[in-house]
């Protein structure tokens, strides 16, 4: 049934770029360019870095985790992966977001909620580019996006760590194999409520803002017993090294 899906998948993609090379809007490419292009959702093509590491793997389906995850379709690292059968949580703190994810992707669970290390209260900032939107602690002056934005609104909001979403979620008993986290700057805090001795995603990709937050991040990945596979723009996409403990020195 995947082949005879993926054939016609194919075969709609082939119309499509034909109708496009006649319209000029391909002008250049040649046929062999053509068959050789590969379809990338992410803002870098980090989600062919992900099937690729996959692929070494030998992991061909499974769960993904997608905390900040913006839209279902555009920038996204987990939609390639949902195309290909894979199913997954998709965890925005925005509802306008979460709404969009289940339209597009209603398969999958879909969790309005701000992540964070455990339990607390944040500040929430909204900008006029709702790609900036973040959370902050509550006593923070650092107000400003990380493209120097001022927000257009704040409010209080309550937090929970990850692994208590995860308890509470239809993919609990499942196998989670890709982690993607993208919080605006409170990508560590978030990392912080993983708890590794329940889950060991095979790719684990999160956001580091400046080099201080990539070596934090590098750091205590590599204590949990990953490495760096590749840095993207400001995406780290770590992997476990497999055949490692489950428990870590620093968790046991």
Known sequence: MKSKIRRLAAKLIGRILSRYSRSGALKGFSPLDIRGLRISYSQLGEDLVIADLLRAKGISNGVYVDIGAYHPIFYSNTRLLYLRGWRGINIDMDESKISDFRRQRPTDENVVAAVSATHSMLLKLEYESAAENRVIELESEDKLSPHGQFPISEESVSATPLADILSESIFSFESVEVLDID?????????????????????????ALDPTEFQRITSYMSDRAYSTHAQIGVTCIFSRNDGSSTKTSSES
């Open 183 to 207: 919080c605006e700057g409170h990508d560590f805090q978030v990392l912080q409520g993983v708890d590794f001795n329940k889950i060991r995603p095979a790719v684990v990709c999160v956001e």
